[in-house]
């Protein structure tokens, strides 16, 4: 199947300041890109759809303005959790769609701590 | 209801079968997929069904879905402790999104 690179896999930064996620797809071009939370024990949360070259589409109750995406390339979208707060600690999983099966590839995930 | 819905948990002694069950929502969904989850890790596809198919095998694993009821199960054969992990069902949607299930955590008991 498709690969899909997420780094980094781990992540403990201090309250207040900004941490960059970013999910790569390695050999193919993805035109959408998906951003999930999972809290412990639990199933995927969406956040947002990442569209290359235009704004990203946000869940309902998601901050655009403190979960900022980025789909500069068709290869590779980022998400930037800005003035971290320890409520943000969790896993954060990206997918990005293999346009010509449909199907979501999963980036093995990024835990991210906030002290 | 809206949800994807699975049972929580399973736990099979290691050599048997493991039969993991899900329904689903939309009836128009075009694909239905089961993915697998590793602890600390990201989800891994494990299979997929197109919605026109009935049955999909794939070495040890054996999908049957029923549009029907919308009713899709995943099962293991000869059940191993790499076997152990939390498997998500999950269904597309008209808009190419996907809902996924809370999951199930397979335990396999030596």
């Known amino acids: 199947g498709a690969v899909v690179s997420q780094h980094p896999s781990w992540v403990i930064c201090k309250s207040g300041t900004s941490v960059k996620i970013e999910c790569r797809s390695l050999?193919?071009?993805?035109?959408?890109m998906f951003w999930y939370r999972q809290f412990p024990k639990q199933s995927l949360m969406l956040m947002a759809t990442?569209?290359?070259?235009?704004?990203?589409?946000?869940e309902q109750g998601v901050e655009k303005d403190k979960f900022l995406i980025n789909h500069a390339s068709l290869t590779l979208s980022t998400l930037t959790v800005t003035s971290a707060h320890p409520e943000d600690s969790s896993f954060y999983i990206c997918?990005?769609?293999?346009?010509?099966?449909?199907?979501?590839?999963f980036g093995a995930g990024t835990r991210l701590s906030v002290l | 209801g809206e949800d994807v819905e699975q049972s929580l948990f399973l736990s099979v002694r290691e050599g048997d079968s493991s039969v993991i069950n899900c329904t689903y929502t939309d009836s128009s969904s075009t694909y239905l997929y089961w993915y697998k989850q590793e602890p600390g890790a990201g989800l891994q596809l494990l299979t997929y069904i197109f919605s026109n198919m009935d049955m999909k095998q794939d070495q040890r694993l054996t999908v049957l879905l029923n549009k029907k009821d919308k009713h899709l199960s995943l099962r293991i054969a000869d059940t191993q402790t790499g076997d152990s992990a939390i498997y998500f069902c999950a269904e597309s949607l008209n808009n190419n999104d996907m809902r996924f299930g809370a999951g199930t955590r397979l335990t396999v008991k030596p």
């Open positions: 990442s569209n290359e070259g235009s704004k990203a589409t946000y």
């Open positions: 050999d193919f071009q993805a035109t959408t």
């Open positions: 997918s990005a769609r293999e346009p010509r099966e449909n199907i979501q590839y």
